[in-house]
């Protein structure tokens, strides 16, 4: 059985490349998005800035386009 930080972030990995996989840009930014979620929490556990900030920063970018009014 995998310990509870490694499932974390083998959930994160699925939900990123589950995201390439979607035909529209709004489903591919929102299950990146969760995948980024995923990925901030790996990263906290395992006290990683690196992988807090870089994730941090596609959330930021995600929420942007997600948000941003259509026209």
């Known amino acids: 059985m995998l310990p ?3 499932f974390i972030g083998y959930t994160a990995s699925f939900f990123v490349l589950l ?3 979607m035909k529209t840009m ?4 929102m299950v990146n998005l969760v995948g980024c979620g995923f990925f901030i929490w790996y990263g ?3 006290n990683s800035w690196p992988i807090i900030i870089t994730n941090g920063a596609i959330v930021l970018v995600n929420l942007f ?3 941003k009014p259509k026209r």
């Open 4 to 6: 509870a930080v490694e």
């Open 44 to 46: 906290i556990l395992l």
């Open 65 to 67: 386009y997600l948000l």
């Open 19 to 21: 995201s390439f996989l």
């Open 26 to 29: 709004t489903y591919l930014r």
